[in-house]
């Protein structure tokens, strides 16, 4: 069975560093693109980028990019969102997402990570 | 980056009716749409992918058409648990992009 766990929610204050994590099982690791989508406190769906593990090729969306870090260690199938320094508009619910293998659309989400960044 | 626009925001319905939700690409992205539900305090849920294609196990009753830069979501008979927020998502081009959701509601 596929599955996506992830780490658990965290509470920071801004300007604070930060890694989720997101454990992927039941499958082969390397050979599907994991994601992450982020959704703010009543709000839609938001595409943050991509990463291959089996080459680390990683793809940000432009709303994104140098905002966070997406990463793989592919030696504990699990995936990472990290960021440097914290805001309080961070504030989120964080989902990991497998990209299915020949289509691109998301066949598996994990279940979600909230980010809390408050003074 | 490609915008996506789902019609209505919101709808009431009741228990079996027929309920359709349109989702327009701001350019024409072929066949690659996905349609993912999501309940309150669940992650979303894939349902249908390269438009019309339903995901395993999803019931009959959703189904999706369209390509190019038109689609639709239908739900032919809605059933108590598809009360839910629905959103479409464009893997044509990067950065993917969702569509604003749109919240079944029952009426």
């Known amino acids: 069975e596929v599955q996506l766990v992830q780490s658990g929610a965290e509470v920071k204050k801004p300007g604070e560093s930060l890694k989720i994590s997101c454990k992927g099982s039941?499958?082969?690791?390397?050979?599907?693109?994991i994601g992450w989508v982020r959704q703010m406190p009543g709000k839609g769906l938001e595409w943050m980028g991509i990463i291959y593990p089996g080459d680390s090729d990683t793809r940000y969306s432009p709303s994104f990019q140098g905002q966070v870090t997406i990463s793989a260690d592919k030696s504990i199938s699990t995936a990472y969102l990290q960021w440097s320094s914290l805001k309080a508009s961070d504030t989120a619910m964080y989902y990991c997402?497998?990209?299915?293998?020949?289509?691109?659309?998301?066949?598996?989400w994990g279940q979600g990570t909230l980010v809390t960044v408050s003074s | 980056a490609i915008q996506l626009t789902q019609s209505p925001s919101s709808l009431s319905a009741s228990v079996g009716d027929r309920v359709t939700i349109t989702c327009r690409a701001s350019q024409g992205i072929s066949s690659a749409l996905a349609w993912y539900q999501q309940k309150p305090g669940k992650a979303p849920k894939l349902l249908i992918y390269?438009?019309?294609s339903l995901e395993s196990g999803v019931p009959s009753r959703f189904s999706g058409s369209g390509s190019g830069t038109d689609f639709t979501l239908t739900i032919s008979s809605l059933q108590p648990e598809d009360f839910a927020t629905y959103y479409c998502?464009?893997?044509?081009?990067?950065?993917?992009?969702f569509g604003q959701g749109t919240k079944v509601e029952i009426k």
């Open positions: 390269d438009a019309s």
């Open positions: 039941g499958y082969s690791f390397t050979s599907y693109w």
């Open positions: 997402v497998r990209r299915d293998g020949s289509g691109h659309y998301l066949d598996y």
């Open positions: 998502q464009q893997f044509n081009n990067y950065p993917r992009t």
